[in-house]
């Protein structure tokens, strides 16, 4: 079976409003996938992610009635803390959580589309730079570019990338790229509404790291 299957995203409704329960419960089981990756580097950036959702579901659970959407949190958060907003709690928690969706999101649509070095084509390098490069470069300073480039060189081979996402099954590369696509569909959805929210509220950053 498919881990991304298992584990798809919602659809949006109409108003493309992300509801914050959903979306908390579809985002959990991410961190665990870490582990899978067999590095000791990967453990850095499963406890960035694994910690930017612990701080947005405390908020969440303060008040679930009230914090229904995304939307809501950020809002609330705005109006609370009009001097530090929007680098403040679950806004400055889902700012970056959505550019790490976003990097997922590029490496997985690049890997579906073909995307590949043809003298190394079970390396993921190329997906996982162009992710890099349009997802996180532009906020990370030289330090942090450094720790990407020891993660790149971690990175599994597309093989056992694919067969991590198949949840440990032998499964043809062709099976496995079809359900990255199907499991893409409300995944992008669900990124490009977040990134859409930021844009419209004004709650985006550029600072580097
Ligand atoms: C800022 C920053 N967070 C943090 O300082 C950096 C952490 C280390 C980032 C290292 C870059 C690594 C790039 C990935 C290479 C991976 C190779 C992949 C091979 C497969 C913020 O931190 C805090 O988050 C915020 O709470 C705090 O308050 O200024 C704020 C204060 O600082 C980041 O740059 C976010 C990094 C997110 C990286 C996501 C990488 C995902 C990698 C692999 C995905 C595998 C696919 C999984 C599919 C599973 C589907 C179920």
Partial sequence: MSLLLDNQFKELPPDRAVDTKLFLESVSHIPSFFDCLGSNVFSVIKSDINGNIVKIKAVYLKDPARYVTLQDIVEAERDAHPAEWPK???????????????????????????????????????????????????????????IFHVALHAAPYKSNFLKAL???????????????RQFLVTY????????????????ELDYTV
């Avoid at 440990?168 to 079809?178: Q, R, S």
């Fill in 166 to 180: 198949s949840k440990g099954e032998e499964v043809k590369e062709e099976e496995c790229l079809a359900n990255v």
């Fill in 88 to 146: 403040v709690g679950a806004t400055l928690a889902l700012m970056w959580l959505k550019r790490g969706l976003r990097f997922i999101q590029i490496l997985l649509q690049s890997l579906a589309d073909g995307e590949r070095d043809e003298n190394n084509p079970n390396l993921i390098r190329v997906n996982v730079t162009k992710a890099y490069e349009e997802a996180l470069k532009k906020y990370h300073g030289w330090l942090v570019q450094k």
């Fill in 188 to 203: 992008t959805a669900t990124v490009d509404a977040v990134y859409d929210m930021y844009s419209h509220l004004n709650a």
